[in-house]
């Protein structure tokens, strides 16, 4: 081996070591500080693309899990009208049925027009009031109904029928005008009311299924959206557990590192006592 004061092969070798093990020791200290062994694409381009597509599906699922949410809420308030619908054609049943009878005097039948138009007329106040973020599934507006979507790539939706429960409607054939003040009207508005009765009921139930849909799909998308997060941890998180271990490994190798190179430094100051 050469002796010159000149090149200092020892030196240069222990350099190139320390400076490997200092780049070593900065990433190891890197994924501890962030947690992650992938931060950026410079870490590792193919694996940071995987993950920032993934992200890139969870973004685009909150926005699914949104407009699910908002579906549930539209069709529990058109139930809840729905249902409050439901209960008036039972009053207005019974108000019917009573006016029916022909032995009633004229001012128990007056009486019961009234409580019947009255009751009949809170369906429309009701149908009014049925809706949630501007859409309503009772008055007949959605006619296409309410469309939630249910793919990240909104190629998919989940459709809500819309019922059209106004008084003259396809649902409540109740019409405005109809009333008990004769005998004749308190019969053909009993069977009226009759078949609204059950035309509600059928509606309540489609929509009972239609939110039953929304939230088992958005159960669905919560979950889904938990194995992408998981994926992602699995593809960019760094083990703690490992990394302390390597850290402390590098941190002695560091050291010895700084003595080699303090050694071969301290080589060509031998080289004064050949020419003493």
Known sequence: MLNSVNTNVGAMVALQNLSQTNSELNTVQNRINTGKKVNSAKDNGAIWAIAQNQRAEMGALNTVKESLQRGQSTVDVAMAAGESISDLLLQLKEKALAATDETLTTASRSALAEDFDSIRDQITSVIEN???????????????????????????????????MSLSGSIVTLGAADSITTTTDATDSLALVDASIANVSASLARMGTSSKALGTHLSFVGKLQDSLEAGIGNLVDADLAKESARLTALQTKQQLGVQALSIANSSTSMLLGLFR
């Open 130 to 164: 049925a809706s949630f973020n501007g859409a309503n599934l009772l008055d007949g507006s959605l006619t296409g109904g309410y469309k939630a979507l249910a793919s990240a790539d909104g190629t998919s939706t989940i459709d809500v029928a819309g019922e059209d």
